[in-house]
């Protein structure tokens, strides 16, 4: 299984890039995201998912751990090709891809070419216990000495939706204590705090 593609790239297209790996230019499909603001001479590294299927095999290059885990979450849906769900990816981006999905806005995923109405109402049911395991890019930016899903988590185990979590630990996250950031409980305290502030 390949994890990672690191090398120099070669040649860039809307979409795609070949990169130079030990010798070989390999040819790698990207969310367009990346390819937009990739360079010719780039060294880059990309987190990977190798597809194998009618058409052969296909590389796909992530700019993240949490950008691949979602778009193998969405080909993991029967229906969704990896096609499709690089189109998901390129129209709307990872986050609001990801809150789209909490949210179960079928609206804006339908109107990603490629995905009907009836494909994104699937989407939203058939992802939707998955989606509570991933943390926002944007929350482990923090730097904590733990990971703050597991504050998310916590958080949803005490009756919030993730939407509401992810804004509550945002809004924590900017006025936590010393003490509070050292550990879960402590962060999951200040994330109260913040709700309670809100609703004053």
């Known amino acids: 299984m390949i994890e990672l593609v690191e090398g120099e790239v070669l040649l860039v297209a809307p979409g ?31 987190y990977a998912h190798l597809s194998v ?3 052969g095999f296909r590389l796909f290059g992530f700019s993240s751990r949490e950008e691949r ?18 189109s998901l990816l390129s129209h709307l981006g990872y986050e609001a891809l990801l809150e789209a999905l909490c949210s179960k806005n079928a609206s804006l995923l339908s109107s990603v070419p490629g995905v009907g109405p009836k494909g994104a109402r699937k989407l939203c049911v058939e992802l939707e216990d998955k989606l509570a395991k991933l943390a926002p890019v944007r929350l482990k930016a923090y730097e904590l000495p733990f990971d703050p899903e597991e504050a998310l988590e ?14 509550l630990l945002e809004g924590a996250l900017g006025k936590v204590t010393p003490d509070e950031a050292r ?6 305290r200040a994330a109260l705090k913040e709700a309670a502030s809100r609703q004053t």
């Open 69 to 86: 885990d979602l778009f193998r979450m969405l080909i993991s849906v029967k229906g969704v090709g990896p096609r499709q769900a690089l």
């Open 183 to 188: 550990s879960v409980e402590g962060l999951i």
């Open 154 to 167: 916590g958080l949803i185990s005490l009756g919030f939706k993730r939407k509401e979590a992810i804004s």
């Open 16 to 46: 795609r890039l070949v990169v130079k790996v030990g010798g070989l230019g390999l040819c790698v499909e990207v969310p367009s995201a990346v390819s937009s603001a990739a360079r010719r001479g780039d060294v880059l590294s990309l």
């Open 53 to 55: 299927g009618e058409e």
